[in-house]
């Protein structure tokens, strides 16, 4: 068998077999095939695409190429959930805590940010002492103690993805649907969960700008679930703003904290009891209503609160930074962006919101960039308010004052204004599960 072959074959818009499938992955992971061949099969599969079955295929190659977690000692109900990034996503925080309050297990790979802000790893790491560098038998042992662990992702799992978008990152072959969902969930696989619940996110602060294409993502990673045994679903929502107020790493955290405590912006809270509510009817065959009313119960007795407690203390975390926000450190330097002119805020162009948090030092711009945690942006105002002249519109958190007067400049750039309300735009778009 000969990658040039293959090469061709999808060049002319062929089906690849499983067996042709495994031999390109494995080639590639080993060193066997190089980079320019599989620089030319990526760039086919942009212009030709792939069936179903070829991106379950690949996906589950993907996967096997590096080492897989087995989380059957921890039960059948282990559920995982993935984002596909945004600007202010803080939901594991939020909506993991209340999966395990509803009986589901927790035992959840992280990753680090690289752009707008952190990773939820970054976020977490926030908390002065927790730790998310765990071997797998304290993994295990936190999830079995508190139901819920959330670590650093393996340099292990899942080597060939980490290989093919290196080189697709470089050969503007990013865009193609079954690439990306297969980058994704040959992650997810590897992780080992039983239960995947996605959060497919479009609008000027997503990956897929337009809801279509969102929608065919989220379809095609469902489908890849079923196919590789796992259960799976994905809501499409929107990141036309950003999610919550808060953006910036130890600034998430307090606001999802504040949110397990019954507060919080509702728009975390919606899109958390969706994707809690959507992992609890896919894992226990429940009716969504009756998933959500549960979700919702969780949230109000203060059982999810326990649950991220018991995880950050199990990890290392300093208790008393969560119970006592008084005792959370603050930026050096904060200053208020005001608006220039009574109005409506018509809309946010969130990936330049994003760009404006990662100014003050909340992101990284390089993988050797240094995040600082307490630096960010927290909204007052967001799409469809309504603000004087002058009326803070939200405040910058920065180590520094240049750097904070960047964020202001560049989230002041950000924002459209209007004589007249904006029509509202619904954050929950669509729900996919297996059967729809």
């Not at 002065?128 to 071997?135: A, H, I, K, V």
């Not at 619940?197 to 602060?205: I, M, Y």
């Amino acid at each position: 068998m000969r990658m040039y072959d293959l090469i061709t074959k999808k060049k002319l818009g062929e089906e690849l077999s499983p067996r042709e499938i495994a031999f390109m992955v494995e080639g590639y992971t080993k060193g066997d095939i190089p980079d320019y061949q599989m620089s030319a099969m990526c760039m086919a599969i942009c212009f030709r695409g792939m069936t179903h079955r070829e991106t379950a295929d690949l996906t589950q190659y993907m996967a096997q190429s590096g080492a897989q977690v087995d989380l059957s000692p921890l039960g059948e109900l282990t559920v995982d959930k993935h984002s596909t990034g945004g600007v202010g996503d803080k939901t594991t925080l939020v909506a993991e805590p209340m999966a395990a309050a509803c009986g589901l297990t927790v035992a959840k790979m992280s990753g680090r940010g690289l752009g707008f802000t952190g990773g939820t790893i970054d976020k977490l790491e926030s908390i002065p002492g927790f730790r998310t560098d765990l071997s797998q038998q304290e993994f295990f042992d936190v999830v079995k103690e508190a139901g819920i662990a959330v670590v650093g992702q393996s340099a292990d799992l899942a080597p060939a993805d980490k290989k093919m978008y290196a080189l697709r990152d470089v050969t503007a072959t990013v865009d193609s649907i079954p690439l990306i969902a297969s980058s994704i969930m040959s992650k997810k696989l590897a992780a080992g969960a039983k239960v995947i619940e996605l959060d497919v996110k479009c609008g000027s602060g997503a990956f897929m700008q337009d809801r279509e294409q969102a929608e065919l993502l989220a379809k095609t990673m469902v489908e890849i679930g079923s196919r590789n045994g796992r259960n799976t679903s994905a809501w499409i929502t929107n990141m036309d703003q950003p999610l919550g107020l808060a953006i910036g790493n130890a600034l998430e955290v307090n606001e999802a904290i504040e949110t397990l405590q019954g507060g919080g912006p509702e728009d975390l809270k919606e899109l958390c009891v969706c994707l809690c509510a959507g992992a609890l009817s896919t894992a226990k065959n429940m009716p969504l209503d009756v998933a959500r009313e549960k979700t919702l119960q969780v949230l109000a007795d203060g059982s999810a609160l326990q649950k991220f407690r018991r995880m950050v203390a199990a990890q290392g975390g300093d208790l008393e930074w969560v119970d006592h926000p008084e005792k959370r450190q603050q930026a050096a330097v904060c200053l208020e962006a005001k608006a220039p002119a009574s109005g409506w805020i018509a809309h946010m162009d969130t990936a330049a919101v994003g760009i404006a948090s990662m100014l003050t030092g909340a992101g990284r711009e390089t993988k050797e960039s240094t995040i600082d945690p307490l630096a960010g942006i927290l909204l007052c105002k967001k799409t469809g308010a309504y603000a004087e002249a002058g009326e803070t519109i939200a405040k910058v958190y920065a180590a520094d004052e240049t750097k904070a007067q960047a964020g202001v400049e560049k989230l002041l750039a950000a924002i459209t204004w209007s004589d007249n309300q904006p029509e509202h735009i619904p954050l929950i778009l669509g729900h996919i599960t297996a059967e729809n």
